[in-house]
């Protein structure tokens, strides 16, 4: 089994920590902008451990990155301590992430463009943990969240359940943004057909994840 980064293994350090449950909604909002101006947050432990993985945070994307990291452990935060060490554990089993979870959890949270995605990728870690969705779903939603952009997020409620007469009327380019993240598919109707919620879209949906935090 392959080792993880050290930035990996500290972040499923954390993961694993009882202390996670003093990252508070209140405190992500702030932001870690303001735990570098203000000071007071570094007392926090689980804010302080994100802040030094990235040293002073010389840059405008560690600062990013950091602020998502802590967005997405907020919602880690909700779940039983045992559940997390088990989900952890499980993920390092798989071949997909052989050992190196903290890494691919940190390299698909820094290509999410929107610091509210992050809160949303913990939701499908979440229902991942309560055995809500395979590891394969785990995957595949993930994907789609880096791939949907955030502003069409909101609109997939009433794709999931739109006619197909309704669906030929919409904008192509948002069907287009459905379709390349693997929420949308074309049902091979006749004269071109309509573009249809996928089965992950119904999933997508049935998780809560078409409402930015």
């Known amino acids: 089994m392959m080792k993880d980064t050290l930035r990996g293994s500290e972040i499923i350090n954390i993961m694993r920590s009882d202390l996670l449950v003093s990252v508070g909604k ?3 909002e702030l932001g870690v902008d303001a735990a570098l101006e203000s000071g007071f947050l570094r007392d926090i432990p689980i804010v302080s451990s994100v802040v030094g993985l990235f040293g002073t945070i010389g840059s405008v994307r560690d600062q990013l990155l950091a602020t998502k990291l802590l967005r997405f452990l907020g919602q880690l935060s909700k779940i039983p301590q045992e559940d997390r060490i088990e ?3 499980k993920l390092n089993e798989d071949d997909k992430f052989s050992g190196k979870a903290g890494a691919a ?4 949270i820094d290509r999410m463009e929107s610091q509210m995605k992050p809160e949303l990728a913990g939701k499908c870690f979440a229902a991942y943990v309560r055995a809500e969705i395979s590891f394969e779903e785990l995957r595949r939603l993930l ?3 880096e791939r949907i952009p955030s502003f069409d997020i909101e609109k997939l409620a009433d794709f999931s359940t739109i006619a197909i007469e309704d669906s030929l009327k919409m904008d192509e380019s948002l ?7 693997g929420l949308g598919k074309n049902n091979g109707g006749f004269g071109g057909g309509a573009i249809v919620p ?3 879209c119904q999933t997508f949906v049935r998780l809560g994840l078409t409402s930015l935090p």
């Open 175 to 181: 069907l287009l943004a459905f379709v390349n993240a």
């Open 87 to 89: 989900m952890v554990d």
């Open 198 to 200: 996928t089965n992950l």
């Open 26 to 28: 209140e405190y992500l």
């Open 143 to 145: 994907f789609a969240l």
């Open 105 to 108: 959890i940190l390299e698909i």
